[in-house]
């Protein structure tokens, strides 16, 4: 059981460039979140998922694309990168049933746009 | 919206001794959860201890306890014989229930334990 892991853990861009965070749970969990976090700042949420084919916007959508194919992934997206989106990612997932309010993080992305 | 306030952005406290963080919110819900969780120099997300709105005991979870005033909508986490490994960031969060699960988060306090 691996938890929530996400890849890579560091990542330089260029403006302009896209790339695609990734995010895993082999916990079977339904809910799963983006957050990023900048300094100064408590963590801010930029998409969710309730299941499998369902997607959400948060609070900071802008220059974010999620989609969740599977339970186990989803994947973050930011189609042409801004210094902007220079922060940590973290990625989350929600156990069903009485647990479902407790979210478990991931070890985070720090992404770095030029 | 709601609105998660943590006024002290920095405190310290010596190893052995108690030290409270303090937290307000602003919401006009009745069912929510609330949280703390800790981030370490490793910046992994760490929950510590959770409280439900509809629960007047406060909630403990060994060196960790709250003090929960649904009425002040206030939110302080005690840390008890305070470790050297205590040393994080601290954020506190909160959830309306039933809105799919989105956390907002408080600023953070930066918690340092010296020896």
């Known amino acids: 059981n691996a938890g929530v892991t996400q890849t890579p853990k560091f990542q330089v861009l260029k403006t302009g460039q896209s790339m695609t965070l990734q995010c895993a749970q082999d916990?079977?969990?339904?809910?799963m979140s983006w957050y990023r976090q900048d300094p100064g700042m408590g963590l801010r949420l930029i998409h969710y998922?309730?299941?499998?084919?369902?997607?959400d916007q948060g609070e900071v959508p802008n220059g974010y694309n999620v989609s969740r194919s599977t339970t186990e992934d989803f994947p973050l997206r930011l189609l042409s990168a801004a210094p902007s989106q220079t922060s940590v990612y973290f990625c989350?997932?929600?156990?069903?049933?009485?647990?479902?309010?407790?979210?478990?993080f991931g070890p985070g992305t720090r992404l770095l746009v030029l | 919206a709601q609105t998660v306030t943590q006024s002290q952005p920095e405190m310290s406290v010596q190893e052995a001794e108690t030290v409270t963080l303090s937290c307000t919110y602003d919401?006009?819900?009745?069912?929510?959860?609330l949280f703390w969780y800790k981030q370490p120099p490793s910046r992994q997300m760490i929950l510590v201890i959770r409280?439900?709105?509809?629960?007047?005991q406060n909630a403990t979870e060994n060196r960790f306890s709250v003090n929960f005033q649904k009425a002040a909508k206030s939110f302080s986490l005690k840390i008890s014989d305070s470790q050297l490994g205590d040393t994080a960031m601290y954020f506190c969060?909160?959830?309306?229930?039933?809105?799919?699960?989105?956390?907002?988060f408080g600023k953070g306090t930066l918690l340092t334990v010296n020896p």
């Open positions: 989350a997932s929600s156990p069903p049933g009485l647990a479902v309010e407790t979210q478990y």
């Open positions: 916990m079977n969990h339904e809910y």
């Open positions: 998922s309730v299941g499998a084919g369902i997607t």
């Open positions: 919401t006009s819900e009745s069912n929510y959860y």
């Open positions: 409280q439900e709105a509809y629960k007047q």
């Open positions: 969060a909160f959830m309306k229930r039933g809105s799919n699960y989105k956390l907002t």
